[in-house]
């Protein structure tokens, strides 16, 4: 079995950790992992999870084919210049960071590396991700099938050309986090409307919950769907009417222009330069 290598301890490597695990694609004394400098979170994941932790960069490259990226774009050049003596054409790099470009990693080695950049989301801890992939220009079909192989036991992938990561990144990536805002805005609506908050709250999870999984399951449209919830001079109607009003859409178009704006900025501020 191959062994891979995390770079960087923090929440993706952790919700990717409980889902590659959970799925069985790698064994925990396969995984070896590391960190900046907080012992007691490595400490914590390795009895946790039962996988390797080291502090030293060049056992993981030597030992591990595939190298996960898993620290912040900011972080990255860093990590790349501890590692970069010791990486061969026959390592795959698989990048998470936002907005750093396959291009940017390439550069660290005179050798023809591998990269490939993902876009995962949280939703990899419970093997729900939905994880976009884009091959740098020295990874081909295996790479991708190895990375797409990856990221399917952690959730859905879908492959895409590297220039709409940011987009991706700012949709999916971020994703998660609009839909709990979502949850807690429900919530709050409830108990404003008088209800228990702890009522409010499991009807307003479960509803999520409900929507997405119909969607789903169904196989009928967003668009469909809600046709069907909205009884003509309904209460539906009365609270869509107003969520128009108030621009819902325009905020959730806004606030991903917004995500996406941000992963262009991050790229600058990480030294990378070129546009996806
Ligand atoms: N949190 C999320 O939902 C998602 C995050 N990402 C990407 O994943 C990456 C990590 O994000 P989080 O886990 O949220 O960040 P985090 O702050 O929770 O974890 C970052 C980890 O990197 C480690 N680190 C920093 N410098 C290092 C170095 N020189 N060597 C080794 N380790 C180092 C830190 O010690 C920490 O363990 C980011 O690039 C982010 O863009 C992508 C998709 C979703
Ligand atoms: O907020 C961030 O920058 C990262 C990237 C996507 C989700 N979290």
Redesign the pocket.
């Known amino acids: 079995m191959e062994k891979v290598g995390f770079f960087g301890a923090g929440?993706?490597a952790e919700a990717l950790l409980k889902g590659l695990l959970g799925a069985g694609v790698f064994r925990a004394e396969d995984i070896f992992v590391i960190n900046k400098k907080n012992d007691e979170r490595l400490e914590y994941i390795k009895k946790v999870y039962g996988v390797k932790v080291t502090r030293d960069y060049s056992e993981i490259a030597r030992k591990c084919s595939i190298l996960m990226l898993l620290v912040?774009?900011k972080d990255v050049a860093e990590v790349m210049e501890k590692i970069k003596d010791h990486l061969k054409e026959g390592h795959l790099v698989i990048s998470?960071?936002?907005?750093i470009t396959t291009s940017f990693i390439e550069g660290f080695s005179s050798k023809k590396l591998k990269v490939i950049r993902a876009?995962p989301?949280?939703s990899c801890q419970i093997k729900e991700s939905a994880t976009a992939i884009a091959a740098g220009c020295h990874s081909g079909e295996c790479e991708l099938k190895k990375a797409s192989e990856i990221f399917s036991s952690v959730g859905k992938v879908i492959l895409v050309d590297e220039k709409w990561l940011d987009a991706v990144?700012?949709l999916s990536?971020?994703?998660?986090?609009y839909v709990y805002l979502m949850m807690e805005a429900l919530t709050e609506a409830g108990v404003r409307a008088g209800l228990p908050e702890k009522v409010s709250y499991e009807l307003a999870v479960q509803t999520v919950f409900g929507a997405a999984k119909m969607v789903l399951e169904t196989g009928e449209e967003p668009v469909t769907l809600r046709k069907k919830v909205t009884s003509p001079g309904g209460t539906t109607m009365a609270g869509i009417e107003t969520l128009e009003k108030m621009g819902f859409v325009n905020a959730i178009v806004q606030a991903v222009k917004s995500?996406a704006r941000?992963?262009v900025e991050?790229r600058k501020e990480s030294g990378v330069s070129g546009n996806s």
């Open positions: 929440s993706m912040k774009p998470v960071a936002a907005g876009m989301n949280i990144t700012a990536g971020s994703g998660p986090a995500a941000r992963s991050m």
